[in-house]
């Protein structure tokens, strides 16, 4: 499988609102899910709006490159 919607739940939700590390509650959104859900990275266009991230963080490309 190429691509899982992953569901959004209220313990991500509030794992987003309560963390300071991430200045975007979209970006904490994505990144506790990743968590949650044991991801093993995150694609995004915007690094730096995931320095604090536990897991590596790409963008499409470096992805891509990686393939």
Known sequence: MI????????KIIGLALNDESF?????????????????????????KDFKNSQLPTLTAKQFIETL
């Open 23 to 47: 200045s975007d509650f979209k970006d904490g959104l994505q990144y506790f899910t990743a968590i949650e859900y044991e991801q093993e990275l995150i694609i995004t266009r915007n690094l």
């Open 3 to 10: 691509l899982k919607v992953l569901p959004l739940d209220d």
